[in-house]
């Protein structure tokens, strides 16, 4: 009620929706979906009407059924109104299970949506398919990320079958409240560029729903995807070259703009519009170099004569993509039409949104003292004070509200209660999948179905990270479970008596500087190292920057960017004996960590702080620090970079070594290849905790290879654009490998060298799964920190990750030792160095 009460007095729109985070529950399980606004085709009978249609319940008789057997050419819907244009990302569904006495389910079904009730469109993955797998059986619910989202009011869900079936659902949407306010935009159509050395690159928007040459729908420029610095590689879908992006070439369209008009569902006052926009002006390609809008404020009206004009400030030394923000000076309308005027040949837009106010701004008044005024409006004295009265009364209740809130928090916090209280089952479809529940012997039984077993529903309360508190309510500090961090021989935290149905609560607070100021991971080192430096504490000389020549950057930071970079010269620079791989006459390819210009004396205090943490390191599976340039802004510090990449990406791209792939000539690796590479890692971790170094984001995206597959662990990965999905941000701030984190880290903020160990283990996962998926696939981020929870509470609930494939069994029990619950249960770096060497081909 509170948050309604808010959103209502908060009329602002929030532009750039991420599709990652807007995945709250829309209301058909909890009710919020009216009967009313539940209707349907046809139903079996009056108990199996559309209001029974809702996931996990069981009123009536358990589901929507519609009318007789369901022909494979029929097409039969349950329909929602969600009452508002709403930003759909997920849906669930169910079959009927009526108490174990249903045994109807939709095998396949389509979407059919709809913004204003009359046009409908057939949903489409971005492969083009409009079929979504659905249910296996009658309870388990399976849940659908939709990609792309889906902007819409109405939705039809519309069961599909091969063979005459009788079909029931059970249903459950997640998302959000579109407040962006845009209904349609129309543009050009996107080109093709086609160049010599590189792909064929189409920039169509390829998720359009309006018509052919983009009229009347929306598409990639509001799917909430940012594309990439270099367009050409896709962030999320491995589709085609140029698929994040909408572009024009400027020798294409006559006038030397584009004009794009965009629709919204009511009159609204306009503060900004954002647009991202790629900068690579090394093929071509730049920021607008102005734009011009004028405002339509009815659709039946005539374009205004004034339009707001905006120059766009070029930048020719940066070619990352960015967010162009213009004002558009709080003009009212329903509609806009924007001419972007190019700046190079090439124009491309990934997302366009926009800030604003749904009432317009009325003109000023004079004072109404004396003055007539026309009834119903607050002008006249008494009007006046009963609009204050109703304001004073609102506020009254919002306060009471938030002070109730505060209360039962305080009480929840007390009261023990259970993390996981709603359950779910899914059916694990091969020996692939990511989870392995341990649980209390049971008898056996007889089943021709595979072994189900146990998710969690989506939560309303994990979309705000704040609420975390509420699931995991915080436990007293003790000695025994103190925040912070802890040096590699901490003691095992046992909780108290009292607690074993509670947990430690979610340390966002005391996880502070895990990241360091360029985007990249910082190492969490014994206090002696972190005094205050000076650049005399430098002990690596200091490069001429001018021999750096920029690659491309790999990611950034609050105050600074990761670039990649050829270093001429620096062969000669270091000497015999610098650790460089072999260059064949080619240039040094390294990584720059640079301190951009705007950052504040303690980030240049933590920089130079990295700096003499990565001088002190010298290993062969450590990335070396080699140069820096701190004698003028902005500083910099040099680092090794691997011309195969990471680790990551390297497996991904390989198949086991066999028959076939030496035949076909597909990249592969051998076993032996993936246990010398366990075996570096372990040894360059072995390093790291022999100086009480913890490193807090250990995972293959973290190492680093060269030709000979020689591995060295570094810190960019939480850095890269690529790897974003693998971090978890808490309220913006600080962002967490929790897929990777041990559960002490992730509930108590403690990162030590066992809480590495863990990491460790995961990592090896992620190598003999080839790096096909990411750990726990299945659950949410705020399901893997749910499981945490049942770690700390360790009553046989928890859920590990699965044997892979292609894993020795005896490798996996190394694995499961890594993620002992207690401290020191799991092994040392040292002993799991010397399980595992005997095993590779290097020693």
Request: proline share 6%; net charge negative.
């Amino acid at each position: 009620m509170l948050l309604f009460l808010l959103l209502v007095l908060n009329s602002k729109t929030n532009a750039q929706i991420d599709p990652a985070l807007c995945r709250y529950p829309l209301g058909m399980e909890d009710g919020r979906i009216k009967n009313d606004d539940i209707t349907a085709s046809s139903q079996w009978y009056d108990t199996t009407g559309p209001q029974y249609g809702r996931l996990n319940r069981e009123e009536g008789d358990g589901a929507w059924c519609p009318a007789g057997q369901l022909q494979p050419s029929d097409v039969q819907y349950l329909q929602l109104d969600l009452r508002h244009l709403t930003f759909v990302t997920v849906v669930a569904t169910q079959g009927r299970y009526a108490r174990s006495s249903g045994n109807e389910f939709a095998r396949k079904y389509r979407l059919d949506y709809s913004r204003d009730g009359h046009r409908w469109i057939s949903w489409r993955n971005r492969s083009g398919n409009e079929i979504i797998v659905g249910n296996v059986n009658t309870y388990a619910s399976v849940v659908k990320d939709l990609h792309p989202p889906i902007i819409t009011r109405f939705l039809r869900l519309i069961p599909v079958t091969d063979a005459v079936h009788t079909v029931c659902m059970r249903v459950e949407v997640f998302g959000c409240p579109w407040q962006d306010g845009l209904t349609a935009y129309s543009a050009p159509e996107g080109q093709t560029m086609m160049a010599p050395g590189y792909p064929i690159t189409s920039l169509n928007d390829s998720t359009y729903d309006g018509v052919l040459e983009l009229l009347g729908g929306l598409g990639q420029m509001t799917d909430g995807v940012i594309g990439q610095d270099d367009f050409v590689p896709m962030l999320q879908y491995q589709l085609w070259p140029g698929y994040d992006y909408v572009g024009w070439r400027n020798d294409s369209l006559g006038p030397g703009y584009v004009e794009m008009e965009f629709q919204f569902d009511r009159q609204r006052n306009f503060t900004s519009m954002k647009v991202h926009s790629n900068n690579m002006f090394s093929r071509g390609v730049k920021v607008f170099s102005s734009v011009s809008c004028a405002f339509k404020p009815h659709l039946i009206s005539e374009w205004e004569t004034e339009p707001v004009e905006f120059s766009t400030v070029l930048d020719d030394r940066n070619p990352s993509a960015r967010y162009v923000t213009v004002p558009l000076e709080r003009r009212s309308g329903t509609a806009l039409r924007c001419r972007f005027f190019f700046a190079d040949t090439w124009m491309m837009f990934s997302e366009i949104s926009f800030q604003s106010d749904t009432q317009p701004p009325t003109a000023p008044r004079a004072p109404w003292i004396g003055l007539p005024t026309a009834p119903g409006k607050c002008g006249g004295t008494s009007v006046l004070i009963g609009c204050l009265v109703t304001i004073i009364l609102l506020l009254v209740v919002i306060i009471f509200l938030i002070l109730w809130c505060q209360y039962v928090c305080k009480v929840l916090e007390k009261a023990p209660r259970r993390i996981l209280e709603e359950e779910v089952t899914v059916r694990l479809s091969s020996c692939s999948d990511t989870i392995v529940l341990q649980t209390p012997p049971v008898p056996p039984r007889m089943s021709l179905d595979p072994p189900y077993e146990r998710v969690f529903l989506l939560d309303p309360q994990y979309q705000d990270p704040a609420a975390l508190r509420v699931k995991l309510p915080e436990l007293s500090q003790s000695a025994e479970c103190g925040g912070g961090y802890a040096e590699p021989d901490v003691t095992q935290c046992t909780p108290h008596q009292g607690f074993q149905n509670s947990v430690p609560h979610y340390a966002e607070t005391d996880i502070v500087n895990l990241q360091g100021v360029t985007g990249s991971n910082m190492y969490a080192v014994p206090a002696v190292t972190v005094d205050s430096l000076t650049r005399k504490d430098i002990s690596v000389a200091e490069f001429p920057r001018e021999h750096l020549i920029f690659r491309e950057k790999l990611g950034e930071g609050q105050f600074g960017e990761v670039h990649l970079c050829e270093a001429e010269g620096l062969a000669e620079f270091l000497g015999e004996g610098a650790p460089l791989p072999e260059q064949d006459g080619r240039a040094v390819l390294v990584a720059v960590k640079q301190l951009r210009a705007d950052a504040t004396s303690n980030a240049r205090n933590d920089f130079l702080k990295e700096i003499k943490i990565m001088s002190r390191l010298n290993d062969p599976n450590i990335i070396r620090l080699l140069c820096v340039c701190v004698h003028s802004d902005p500083l910099c510090m040099v680092t090794e970079y691997m011309e195969n990449g990471d680790l990551n990406m390297f497996l991904s791209q390989r198949e086991i070594e066999s028959t076939l792939t030496h035949a076909n000539n597909i990249p592969s690796v051998s076993m032996a290849d993936l246990l010398h590479m366990a075996v570096q890692i372990a040894s360059g971790m072995k390093y790291l905790a022999s100086l009480n170094f913890v490193h807090r984001d250990l995972a293959t995206r973290n190492c680093l290879l060269d030709r000979q597959l020689t591995i060295k662990i570094s810190d960019f990965g939480m850095s890269r654009n690529l790897y974003s999905s693998d971090y978890y941000r808490i309220q913006g701030r600080a962002v967490l490998p929790i897929r990777w984190m041990a559960w002490e880290s992730i509930l108590l903020g403690k990162f030590t060298t066992a809480s590495d160990v863990w990491a460790f283990g995961v990592t090896l996962w992620e190598i003999f799964t080839l790096c096909r998926e990411q750990p726990y696939s299945l659950l949410t981020d705020e399901q893997v920190i749910e499981n945490s929870g049942e770690f700390f509470r360790n009553q046989g609930r928890q859920i590990y990750l699965s044997l892979p494939p292609l894993c020795p069994s005896s490798l996996f029990e190394l694995m499961m030792r890594c993620w002992s619950r207690d401290i020191r249960d799991r092994p040392s770096f040292s002993s799991l160095y010397q399980a595992l060497r005997p095993h590779a081909h290097h020693s």
